[in-house]
């Protein structure tokens, strides 16, 4: 069971959903935010407890990983667009990222 919000209609649909996710940005049909850490350690750990979440969710983002930021892209490539999920996981992220 997917939630599917739409299939790469348009961007205002994703913008109006963005504006509720603080540095999210909308980026070759997917939804990208890169966060900032005090060292590697920290990076690495939100990465293996962002995999958690997202497996969670039946969802794999991209994540590049570097000294002291990690940067995460979501789109469902089911559908080849964005889902409502790409949104969840998203806000999921931020409220982890504020722990």
Same mark, same amino acid.
């Given at each position: /069971?997917?939630?599917?919000? /739409?299939?790469?209609?348009?961007? &205002?649909?994703?913008?109006? @959903?963005?504006?509720?996710?603080?540095?999210?940005?909308?980026?070759?049909?997917?939804? +990208?935010?890169?966060?900032?850490?005090?060292?590697?350690?920290? +990076?690495?750990? /939100?990465?293996? +407890?962002? &995999?958690?979440?997202?497996?969670?969710?039946?969802?794999?983002?991209?994540?590049? @990983?570097?000294?002291?930021?990690?940067?995460?892209?979501?789109?469902?490539? &089911?559908?080849?667009? @964005?889902?409502?999920?790409?949104?969840?996981?998203? &806000?999921?992220?931020?409220?982890? /990222?504020?722990?």
């Amino acid at each position: /069971f997917r939630r599917v919000l /739409f299939r790469s209609r348009t961007e &205002a649909e994703a913008g109006r @959903l963005l504006e509720r996710l603080e540095g999210w940005e909308l980026s070759g049909g997917r939804i +990208a935010k890169t966060y900032t850490f005090k060292d590697y350690y920290q +990076a690495t750990a /939100f990465v293996n +407890a962002t &995999a958690w979440i997202s497996h969670r969710e039946d969802h794999h983002p991209d994540i590049v @990983l570097g000294y002291n930021r990690c940067r995460v892209e979501y789109v469902t490539h &089911a559908i080849n667009g @964005l889902s409502e999920n790409d949104f969840i996981c998203a &806000a999921k992220l931020d409220r982890l /990222f504020e722990l």
